[in-house]
T-cell receptor, first 116, second 109 residues
Framework: GAVVSQHPSWVICKSGTSVKIECRSL??????MFWYRQFPKQSLMLMATSNEGSKATYEQGVEKDKFLINHASLTLSTLTVTSAHPEDSSFYICSAGRRSYNSPLHFGNGTRLTVT | DAKTTQPPSMDCAEGRAANLPCNHSTISGNEYVYWYRQIHSQGPQYIIHGLKNNETNEMASLIITEDRKSSTLILPHATLRDTAVYYC??????????FGKGTRLHILP
């Protein structure tokens, strides 16, 4: 089946630095990928839709200059948290799918970001 | 906003069938019902989806009422590893997933 890989699985960074998270579709091409964040005991919140070869579409309230998304190829999307602050500490998850009939979206295993 | 209503939590005895309900009274004709689950500190896992007919796979069965306003996910023989938050999602096939609060399923030994 479809597999989505995320890297790193966890990262600790200092306040003010930037962190890049990668999302790869391993056995299919994904023109669209999605990025979510999840705070403890809460549901997943959609941050943005990553579109291959064009700008990402951000959900209301998500700062596009803070969360930079690059979807340079059909198998890779990256999320960069710029100038990270402790409040950016969260669980970041990506998803992708073949988008063909009967093929659902699959999710990566998430990246736990801790900003100190 | 999520288009579904689920109970916040449920308990099920290990080895018994877990029946998770979902209401989606405003579902439109071309929207599918998807079920995902999230085990603690992992990404969501796809379980099953359907449009009108009941569906079954190696993980679960999905029962959709004739009017499509509600559905039930059935885990036939629950194990402790099925403890998770289960999300019922209504969406068009090529759309993005908007998560509601889901049902926290506790499997009791």
């Amino acid at each position: 089946g479809a597999v989505v890989s995320q890297h790193p699985s966890w990262v600790i960074c200092k306040s003010g630095t930037s962190v890049k998270i990668e999302c790869r579709s391993l056995d299919f091409q994904a023109t669209t990928m999605f990025w979510y964040r999840q705070f403890p005991k809460q549901s997943l919140m959609l941050m943005a839709t990553s579109n291959e070869g064009s700008k990402a579409t951000y959900e209301q309230g998500v700062e596009k200059d803070k969360f930079l998304i690059n979807h340079a190829s059909l198998t890779l999307s990256t999320l960069t948290v710029t100038s990270a602050h402790p409040e950016d500490s969260s669980f970041y998850i990506c998803s992708a799918g073949r988008r063909s009939y009967n093929s659902p979206l699959h999710f990566g295993n998430g990246t736990r970001l801790t900003v100190t | 906003d999520a288009k579904t209503t689920q109970p916040p939590s449920m308990d099920c005895a290990e080895g018994r069938a877990a029946n998770l309900p979902c209401n989606h009274s405003t579902i439109s004709g071309n929207e599918y019902v998807y079920w995902y689950r999230q085990i603690h500190s992992q990404g969501p896992q796809y379980i099953i989806h359907g449009l009108k007919n009941n569906e079954t796979n190696e993980m679960a069965s999905l029962i959709i009422t004739e009017d499509r306003k509600s559905s039930t996910l059935i885990l036939p023989h629950a194990t402790l590893r099925d403890t998770a938050v289960y999300y019922c999602i209504v969406m068009f096939r090529d759309d993005k997933i908007i998560f509601g609060k889901g049902t926290r399923l506790h499997i009791l030994p």
